[in-house]
């Protein structure tokens, strides 16, 4: 659906409007909660904050204008924002506030905790890298199933495919990673 189109739905239907925001930026929205709340949130609220980014995003539909830019920077820009504002109630919500004379006072991590968790987003990045390089659609394929952990159904509706198609070039992709990442 173009911005275009979106944008005459709306004016139209409303609700058929927001079902179609939903369905075309789930994945965006949810992908930009998770980064932006990091480890301080659990999954339920990355799900809240999605759903509130979006109630967020048609409440502000009607200053969006495809002349002004692409329906995706203005669902992104909303989605950034919104879920910075997240993290930062989580923070405070969650954030201890003990005086230094405590006892029981939060100790610093031990530098192998900090070189083990160097070496996790070293290995996440690197995992990124050849994800990608996998090309479209086995990269879409694997981020959808193994990251978003979406069905065959699920990633075969999204790509405009059929589930036994999925289900194969998710096979031939994990072989082709596996082998990427074994040479190196």
Known sequence: MTDTEWVELYTSSPKK????LVEQFSGLVYTIAVNRLGN???RQDAE?????IFLE?????????????????????IARRRATDAFRSLSRKY????????????????????????DQRLLKDELWKRVRELGQPDSAIIIYRYFYRL??????QRLSMSA???EKRCQRARKKLKDILSRE
Not at 105 to 112: E, K, M, R
Not at 151 to 156: G, H, I, K, L, W
């Open 17 to 20: 409007a927001y079902a179609a």
């Open 40 to 42: 301080c949130a659990t």
């Open 57 to 77: 995003i048609f409440r502000s539909a009607d200053r969006f204008s495809p002349e002004s830019g692409s329906l995706k920077t203005f669902v992104g820009t």
């Open 151 to 156: 069905t065959a159904a699920e990633t075969a």
């Open 48 to 52: 809240d904050c999605t759903g509130d």
């Open 95 to 118: 954030s201890l506030t003990e005086s230094s004379d405590d006892e029981e006072a939060v100790a610093l991590p031990a530098a192998d905790d900090v070189e083990d968790e160097t």
């Open 164 to 166: 036994a198609a999925v």
